[in-house]
């Protein structure tokens, strides 16, 4: 039977703590259906990253921040929307709720990382 509703008590939790960001996934890791992932941080993420082949999009419900995307930066509020195709080296920082939404949905040989962002770089 085809699953339409992914309740939070149903979803499965792959890292819970991941470079400064608290992690929440609807859906199940290995799928590659776009993942739909509730994100809350304090303080960013802190590792530059890309990915080859996802679109990953974020909606920020609350907070405020900046995304840092190819070395540009990028202020971000509740009710913007950041969509990031691949192959564009981002980070971001800041105190935010958000939802991402990863298409196709994450593969971990797809992402590479670039580099550890020190707090000092913020």
């Known amino acids: 039977m085809m699953k ?11 890292v819970k703590h ?7 996934v609807y859906a199940k890791p290995g799928v590659l259906l776009p993942n739909v992932v509730y994100e809350e941080t304090e303080i960013g993420h802190l590792q530059e990253w890309y990915s080859d082949k996802s679109t990953q999009t974020w909606y920020i419900i609350e907070g405020e921040g900046v995304f840092v995307l190819d070395g540009e930066k990028f202020k971000v509020g509740a009710g913007d929307l950041v969509a990031v195709p691949p192959k564009v080296k981002k980070y ?12 196709p949905g994450y593969d971990p040989d797809d992402e590479h990382k670039v580099r550890t962002i020190s707090e000092e770089e913020l």
């Open 4 to 14: 339409y509703v992914y309740h939070k008590s149903d979803a499965e939790t792959v």
């Open 18 to 24: 991941k470079h400064g960001v608290d992690i929440t």
């Open 92 to 103: 971001y920082y800041g105190k935010m709720k958000m939802v991402l939404v990863t298409s």
